[in-house]
């Protein structure tokens, strides 16, 4: 069984970083990519930021320049970092973990809300 553990989120102030990580219960190293994903109430769900294996990234192209995605094999940890926070960031924030892609985890979520 695949558990995905987000933490870091919170209430904050625009313009401040928030650094989000997502602890797995498996071997990250097993998963084809690895990404993140938020929902802003009445809103889809929409990708972040993902990365690979192979360390490849790709970034949603609304957030480009303030976020950083990152992993730790080691530590079975996948890592947001999010800079200069706006309000329209706030939303509930979920990992993702793609096996292939008819095959995804997800975490419970966590909530991030900047204040302005």
């Known amino acids: 069984q695949v558990h995905l553990v987000e933490s870091g989120g919170g209430l904050v102030q625009a313009g401040d970083s928030l650094r989000l990580s997502c602890v797995a219960s498996?071997?990250?190293?097993?998963?084809?990519?690895m990404g993140w994903y938020r929902q802003a109430p009445g809103k889809q769900r929409e990708l972040v930021a993902g990365i690979t294996r192979g360390g490849s990234t790709n970034y949603a192209d609304s957030l480009k320049g303030r976020i950083t995605i990152s992993r730790d094999n080691a530590k079975n940890t996948t890592y947001l970092q999010i800079n200069s926070l706006k309000s329209e960031d706030t939303a509930v924030y979920y990992c993702?973990?793609?096996?292939?892609?008819?095959?995804?985890?997800w975490g419970q979520g966590t909530q991030v809300t900047v204040s302005s």
């Open positions: 498996v071997s990250i190293s097993i998963f084809n990519a």
């Open positions: 993702n973990a793609e096996y292939v892609h008819a095959l995804q985890f």
